[in-house]
């Protein structure tokens, strides 16, 4: 069964970093395709970033454009996500997300992604 396990979330002050983790276990991680999405209280799940099987290709959503990094290391069935110049707007659940799917593909829609993690808060103060 293939499980994702975020980590990483907490407290951050505005301006500041955070850096996110997602482990994928119990599947060949090279497989899948990876997306970060994030939930605030009363609005949809939105996408943050994504990135293909092999990394070689990236999505971000406008928002997060030069303010995240989205990566992955697949020897270590890892992706990640690295927050900068935070806001008190990306307050937020943050989840992982995968899909096995077409080599080299980006998937930037939640109905994309059939495996999800459990998230992880990520909170930022004024």
């Known amino acids: 069964q293939v499980q994702l396990v975020e980590s990483g979330g907490g407290l951050a002050q505005a301006g500041g970093s955070l850096r996110l983790s997602c482990a994928l276990s119990?599947?060949?991680?090279?497989?899948?395709?990876m997306g970060w999405f994030r939930q605030a209280p009363g609005k949809e799940r939105e996408v943050v970033a994504a990135?293909?099987?092999?990394?070689?290709?990236?999505y971000y959503a406008d928002s997060m454009k030069g303010r995240f990094t989205i990566s992955r290391a697949n020897a270590r069935n890892t992706v990640y996500l690295q927050m900068n110049s935070l806001k008190p707007d990306d307050t937020a659940v943050y989840y992982c997300?995968?899909?096995?799917?077409?080599?080299?593909?980006?998937?930037?829609?939640?109905?994309?992604?059939?495996?999800w993690g459990q998230g992880t808060q990520v909170t930022v103060s004024s």
């Open positions: 119990g599947g060949t991680f090279s497989n899948y395709a």
């Open positions: 990135i293909t099987q092999s990394g070689g290709r990236t």
């Open positions: 997300a995968a899909r096995e799917g077409v080599i080299g593909t980006i998937y930037s829609t939640r109905r994309a992604y059939d495996l």
